[in-house]
């Protein structure tokens, strides 16, 4: 991929986060899901950290070898096609700001166009760094990566956590990996619709909203003015599951019902068959 079409997809990327007509990602974490994702209608593929760790044989959270996980979105971005990447790449897999920009550098080389970025609970400050480190590597390479910055106050908080608390603090970081060169920011663990109102006015930035059962429908969360929604891990843990029936009812029934309403062969072959 050349510079100038690394760049086109980056802009193209850039200009489908508009609030209240959200860029809707099916997360993918291999070359098959960005196929399918990609011909069911996708604008843009995103890759998911814990569906891309899992099929590597690791943990989220990091567990996952950095060079694999890139070799993963190179893949996935060749899957793609003409639509543009974003990779969801933790922390950074870097103790360091400068260790972030390193690893944005080695994202840009797969030709993936965006990048989310989570806190990890750091200092506002040193969260921060990181992202202006992400912000400055891409600048470098002349690609004008979608930096997405992302903090996990909600998604980790007890029921009885102040919601007004848990806000105060989620639009300070957000604000502040903004000013640091974010493009857009990401809260997954919210679902009260006032809540995602409220993160949408106070923060100067497109808002990502992880979706799941019993979430907001795409129309809802367009009405509020979310401008990124994401399945996650979502379809990786549907996937698995249908394998894990396919298992256990082979193993303990000796039937295979299971197997009812899988693709077709042909249709899979065809993902990647040509001329």
Avoid: C
Avoid at 59 to 67: N, P, Y
Wanted: glycine share 12%; charged share 20%; no cysteine.
């Amino acid at each position: 991929m050349t510079t100038v079409e690394q760049r086109e997809k980056a802009r193209v990327l850039r200009e489908l986060h508009r609030p209240g007509e959200p860029l809707v990602l099916a997360n993918v974490w291999d070359a098959t899901s960005a196929r399918l994702v990609a011909v069911a209608g996708a604008k843009a593929l995103a890759t998911a950290s814990a569906s891309v760790s899992w099929a590597l044989g690791s943990a989220d959270g990091e567990g996952a070898d950095r060079s694999l996980v890139l070799a993963r979105t190179e893949l996935i971005v060749r899957a793609a096609g003409p639509l543009p990447v974003t990779a969801d790449l933790e922390r950074g897999f870097a103790a360091t700001a400068a260790g972030v920009g390193g690893t944005v550098g080695a994202l840009l080389a797969t030709g993936a166009v965006g990048v989310n970025l989570e806190d990890g609970g750091r200092p506002v400050a040193e969260a921060a760094e990181r992202i202006a480190a992400a912000r400055a590597a891409a600048d470098a390479a002349g690609v004008p990566l979608f930096v997405n910055g992302r903090t996990d106050v909600f998604l980790h908080a007890g029921n009885a956590a102040d919601r007004d608390a848990l806000l105060e603090e989620a639009v300070a970081r957000l604000r502040a990996y903004v000013e640091a060169g974010a493009d857009g920011v990401f809260a997954p663990g919210v679902s009260d619709p006032a809540v995602i109102a409220a993160l949408v006015a106070a923060v100067p930035a497109p808002l990502n909203v992880l979706v799941g059962p019993g979430s907001p429908s795409v129309p809802e969360l367009a009405a509020l003015g979310v401008a990124r929604i994401s399945l996650g891990p979502g379809p990786a843990k549907a996937a698995y599951a249908a394998v894990r029936r396919a298992a256990e009812e082979v193993y303990g029934d000796g039937t295979y019902s299971a197997l009812d309403g899988g693709l077709d062969y042909r249709d899979l072959q065809g993902l990647f068959v040509t001329g």
